[in-house]
């Protein structure tokens, strides 16, 4: 007999909005009487001497530094655009002033 009951399984079918059948309510009994057992034996495995973790290596930052260089004056930013006012891009208006 497996641990997880038949109407436990039709319960969380239920929550989930999934229509089961009998024979797959059956099925499902033994599938997640598998994945509990499954997952036991792997809390079971690590002992009070290891430490959680989310990553089995360490994490190193493979970023580099952030260095300024080649940077446009305001006039070669504005250089190649269509329009421009008061040292800003100017564009088209999508809203609708009130």
Do not use: W, Y
């Not at 973790?53 to 260095?67: A, G, I, Q």
Request: proline share 7%; charged share 25%; aromatic share 4%.
């Amino acid at each position: 007999m497996s641990g997880i009951s038949r109407e436990t399984v039709a319960h969380l079918a239920q929550l989930a909005r999934i229509d089961l059948t009998p024979e797959e309510l059956d099925r499902f009994c033994g599938d997640l009487d598998l994945i509990l057992k499954s997952t036991a034996m792997v809390q079971e495995a690590a002992g009070d001497d290891v430490p959680p973790t989310s990553h089995p290596m360490p994490l190193t930052n493979v970023f580099r530094e952030d260095e300024v260089s080649g940077v446009l004056t305001q006039d070669q930013a504005l250089g190649g655009a269509p329009d421009a006012e008061d040292g800003q891009f100017k564009v088209p208006s999508i809203l609708e002033a009130e």
